[in-house]
């Protein structure tokens, strides 16, 4: 198993984007296994940029999003924090 004891539901990971960026940007969690999470995020008025396409800022938010829920899930909560604080490209 990749999370840890925790048992957490789609209602629960959903509920807590309220009043969160993944809300306003319509991130819904959609599954999860014991190996992965997966999450949606509509392409609309709210993710384009200027010239009608998918904002690169709206992807990099949806990965970070499903990143740090994945990373919240594989620690222990009691005695570890963990946040997004930067998306680095690494080439090859």
Do not use: Y
Request: charged share 20%; with cysteine; glycine share 8%.
């Amino acid at each position: 198993m990749t999370w840890n004891k925790l048992k957490i539901g789609l209602n629960s990971l959903n509920e807590a984007s309220e009043n969160t960026m993944a809300r306003f940007l319509d991130i819904q969690f959609t599954e999860i296994t014991d190996q992965h999470i997966k999450a949606t995020m509509p392409v609309c008025a709210k993710t384009h940029q200027p010239a009608g396409l998918l904002h690169g800022g709206a992807s990099a938010a949806l990965a970070e999003t499903v990143g740090s829920v994945a990373s919240w899930l594989t620690i222990d909560q009691d005695r570890q924090m963990c946040v997004g604080i930067e998306i680095i490209l690494r080439k090859g």
